[in-house]
């Protein structure tokens, strides 16, 4: 079984619309959780840390939920420059374990 | 300031031939990792240096990988008599090593390796 399971997607939707899709990930002794962004043939980077108590930034939003093992991003008001891979990552001590990422493309 | 550099951007190479990947961490940082990101495949983790403290190798998938990083500072990832199956983007990344399980690693621009 893989550490961090993710639906591949693609999700394909319009400007302005919401999108939300998640992750599950298996070992409960996970220590923290992050959200990281990955565009064609580049390096990740940090969109958001996961907090138990879920957390905001801007037209993103991001759900931990430790008891069921499952982390949930929603992104609001879809711009053209959503398009990308969102990686969902899990720490344990220092080592990070990616999924294999969901695809969001926005169409105009 | 500078980020995470790594070089060769692209490597090809023939099988069964020796290559070294080179990273350059943000300065300052004192923890470095290397992670292997295969088609169609999550990042997986190879290889970890803390300080001076003995790396975590246990990502690292067959004797024919090592990495060392000389002076705190640079690192190298090795991969002797390569295969097909080793072909792949290699990312380094480093962070401060200060702030415990929430920090954040930054990724350089990877090598992207592939074995005829």
């Known amino acids: 079984r893989k550490e961090v399971e993710q639906d591949p997607g693609p999700f394909n939707v319009p400007e302005g619309a919401t999108v939300a899709f998640n992750c599950t990930y298996s070992n409960s002794a996970s220590q923290s959780f992050f959200w990281y962004r990955q565009d064609c043939r580049k390096e990740p980077k940090l969109l958001m840390s996961v907090y138990s108590s879920g957390n905001e930034d801007g037209r993103f939003t991001a759900q931990l939920n430790r008891a069921s093992q499952y982390i949930s991003l929603l992104i609001r008001d879809s711009k053209l420059s959503d398009s990308a891979t969102y990686l969902c990552v899990v720490n344990m001590r220092y080592k990070l374990s990616f999924g294999a990422g969901t695809t969001v493309t926005v169409r105009a | 300031g500078a980020g995470v550099s790594q070089s060769p951007s692209n490597k090809v190479t023939e099988k069964g031939k020796d290559v070294e990947l080179r990273c350059d961490p943000i300065?300052?940082?004192?923890?470095l990792y290397w992670y292997r990101q295969s088609l169609g495949q999550g990042l997986e983790f190879l290889i970890y240096f803390q300080g001076n403290s003995a790396p975590d190798k246990s990502g690292l998938p067959s004797d024919r990988f090592s990495a060392e990083r000389t002076g705190g500072s640079v690192s190298t990832l090795t991969i002797q008599r390569t295969q097909q199956e080793d072909s792949a983007v290699y990312l380094c990344?480093?962070?401060?090593?200060?702030?415990?399980?929430?920090?954040?690693?930054?990724f350089g621009p990877g090598t992207r390796l592939l074995v005829l």
């Open positions: 990344a480093s962070s401060t090593g200060l702030a415990g399980p929430w920090e954040t690693q930054y």
């Open positions: 300065s300052g940082h004192t923890a």
